[in-house]
């Protein structure tokens, strides 16, 4: 038995030190749980192509700056840019500023549930401004009707659903409410997390759709991805141009396109409501956040590398796991800011 | 064996346990062990080590979120208390709603369980063949085994659905003035709650009470059979006897309750106010925290979070230290 443990602790001890003589390269990553899906699919094939082994926790957009702040990871995720303040205590603490690389998109769906009346109800922005706000209560109120003359509209009561956690999809969502309607913007304003006016909270995009699927009249705001893969029905959404735009990735990265040309110059672009003909107004970037200059050299280039090659052809995989991929104005000015990154105040 | 009753051979046998055989110890570890083997000081200590550290780990969970809550505390201080908004957008944060709903939908649960519960003890201790007796208590208990997130699932599929098509709107026609019975039932509200958390303490009310009117003494019992008693009025008399250790698993329950999670988020549909219908949807501590910890972005907003938790933590010791003196209170009366 003695001579069995120490042949096993032998064992260890060799087989420890050879790994580490093969020192394989490491990146830490933390944050959104809406990039989770892609980013496995993203870190299994670019470590099948280069051996470099990326872990990612995926705790949630808050927890990812908060782990990026105190130097923690090689990068965290954020489906919400940071605030001016969370950029100054990033500053502070790691001596460096914060970069933005929009990573991927998501498009938001506004799926109900009416039997009745099936695919394709038209809303506009005030409407469902006034719909999350408890102040239009009927499906068959004037102001849903005006929009769906086509349509036999019952006389059923509108239960609206929301995710009851914090979630990237609330805050692209809220934002685009903020945007059209002055009165959402004062009362509720743009966040990972609202102080619902009306409404139940369901916990994940699957809790709300499960309400929604349940209950007749309900209507809530998904993921795109979940309501494709679910078949549920959307309403078309009235954009800027006064065109009624379908939910799919073309409609979404046309909206990313209309953006890329008044993007702001750190890339903390929220695109709601974005101009264009063919835009679709609810959705947005999910971002990967990433000190200017990186101190640890080697980790500086693997990570730049990664993401030059996540934001260009990893975006290939976005439609199969129903994400939207980045338009090409969108992947140039990512590789231009990633081109930036230094170490130590050298270029890579 | 025989009996070591004289001194000498006592001694003798000490210093055969002691594994010294003869061999002289040293004075020094014979001062701090005086009579006692090596061995069992060093396993005594150890498990006293093991037994402080538990304690200091709780004391270091409140302390953490003490300090951690501090930014929160300082900002709004009492008034966390009282305020009714609970408002991650302009950082208005009040916890009134929560402990509201946390409370009331684990009273709705004890008075849906403990009737119940009760009803389960006395028949499995008093009243059941033995044959029936094991296999019972066993399915009771089987319940506190069911992971929660598994009564959620249960709760979205069936409780909600029954609730909404069925239980709730009898409850309207039924009572149409009465306030706990306003607003659109949709079936996620502070009664879905309530009752999933009465399934979920069931088992932990039924099989304490169970133990506890089982160490009443059957001399009470034969006594009063003896005096030509019923059945019911035997049971009477047990039960004034357990009476506060079944207090104790009452609120043993009741503190579980509070500290549910994941399945009462699952169904009470997660709206910070407070109402006086039981069809409205409602939110608790505990929810909140599972809901909205990990997106928390801002600092005074994950104070504000782990201030919830920590007020949490305070209900619940308060609630259990009680529940836990009723029931070894009842314990020790007879023995």
Redesign the interface.
């Known amino acids: 038995m003695k001579n069995f443990l120490k042949g096993l602790l032998l064992g260890t001890l060799l087989v420890g030190t050879m790994s580490t003589s093969q020192a394989q390269l490491q990146l830490n990553g933390a944050g959104s749980t809406f990039d989770y899906p892609i980013f496995s699919k993203w870190f299994d094939t670019y470590n099948k192509m280069t051996g470099i082994e990326i872990n990612y926790a995926s705790i949630g957009s808050g927890g990812g700056i908060h782990q990026i702040t105190e130097g923690t990871v090689d990068f965290g995720a954020s489906d919400a840019p940071l605030t001016p303040e969370q950029m100054g205590d990033f500053n502070k603490a790691q001596g460096s500023d914060i970069v933005h690389i929009p990573i991927i998109m998501g498009g938001v769906a506004i799926t109900y549930n009416l039997p009745s009346v099936g695919q394709g109800i038209k809303l506009d922005g005030t409407t469902l401004a006034d719909i999350y706000l408890g102040k239009i209560t009927k499906w068959n109120d004037p102001r849903i009707v005006k929009l769906n003359k086509d349509k036999n509209l019952p006389d059923k009561a509108i239960l609206v659903a929301h995710r009851s956690e914090g979630s990237g999809t609330t805050f692209i969502f809220s934002s685009y409410l903020s945007k059209v309607s002055p009165e959402w913007s004062k009362q509720c304003g743009t966040s990972i997390a609202i102080n619902w006016p009306v409404g139940i909270g369901a916990k994940g995009t699957e809790g709300v759709a499960g309400v929604i699927a349940q209950t007749e009249g309900a209507i809530g705001y998904i993921e795109l991805a979940y309501a494709k893969q679910n078949n549920l029905p959307y309403c078309l959404i009235k954009n800027q141009s006064g065109n009624f735009i379908e939910v799919n990735f073309n409609t979404v990265s046309a909206a990313a396109a209309g953006a890329s040309a008044h993007m702001p110059n750190d890339l903390r672009a929220v695109i709601t409501n974005s101009p264009g003909k063919n835009s679709y107004p609810i959705c947005g970037f999910s971002w990967v956040v990433i000190p200017k200059d990186i101190k640890n050299r080697e980790h500086a280039e693997a990570l730049v590398k990664f993401l030059k090659w996540a934001v260009t052809k990893g975006q290939a995989d976005a439609t199969s796991l129903y994400y939207a991929p980045l338009p090409k104005p969108v992947q140039k000015l990512d590789l231009e800011k990633l081109n930036a990154i230094t170490s130590n105040g050298n270029k890579l | 064996m025989e009996i070591v009753n004289d001194k000498g051979s006592l001694a003798k046998n000490q210093e055969y346990l002691n594994g010294s055989n003869g061999k002289k110890t040293s004075p020094f570890l014979k001062k701090i062990l005086g009579k006692k083997n090596l061995g069992d000081v060093i396993f005594e200590r150890l498990t006293l080590l093991f037994a402080v550290l538990v304690f200091l780990l709780v004391l270091f969970m409140g302390w953490e979120m003490y300090s951690n809550s501090l930014l929160s505390i300082n900002k709004f201080g009492w008034k966390f208390l009282i305020t009714t908004?609970?408002?991650?957008?302009?950082e208005t944060f009040g916890a009134l709603p929560m402990i509201f709903g946390t409370i009331v939908s684990s009273l709705l649960a004890l008075i849906i369980a403990v009737p119940l519960g009760l009803s389960v003890a006395v028949f499995l201790s008093e009243l059941a063949p033995a044959w029936l007796e094991k296999p019972f208590s066993f399915l009771t208990e089987l319940l506190a085994a069911i992971p929660s997130v598994i009564y959620g699932l249960w709760g979205?599929f069936v409780l909600?659905?029954w609730l909404?098509n069925v239980v709730e709107p009898f409850l309207q026609k039924e009572f149409p003035n009465s306030p706990l019975f306003q607003g659109?039932p949709?079936?996620?509200d502070m009664l879905a709650a309530g009752v999933i958390l009465s399934i979920m303490v069931l088992p932990i009310i039924s099989s304490i009470s169970r133990d506890v009117i089982k160490s009443v003494p059957d001399t009470l019992r034969e006594a009063a059979y003896a005096l030509g008693a019923t059945k019911w009025e035997v049971t009477k008399i047990v039960f004034s006897n357990a009476r506060s250790g079944i207090l104790g698993a009452i609120i043993l329950g009741f503190g579980r309750a509070l500290g549910e999670t994941m399945a009462v988020?699952?169904v009470i549909?997660?709206?910070?106010q407070i109402t006086a219908s039981i069809l409205n949807?409602a939110?608790t501590i505990a929810?909140t925290l599972?809901?909205?910890?990990?997106?928390?972005?801002?600092d005074l907003y994950?104070s504000a979070i782990i201030e919830l938790g920590l007020i949490l933590f305070v209900i619940t010791i308060i609630i259990n230290i009680f529940a836990r003196l009723l029931v070894w209170g009842t314990e020790r009366k007879w023995k």
């Open positions: 908004t609970w408002d991650p957008y302009s979205i909600v659905p909404r659109a949709y079936g996620y988020v699952m549909g997660n709206r910070p949807p939110t929810g599972a809901n909205e910890f990990s997106e928390a972005t801002s994950l």
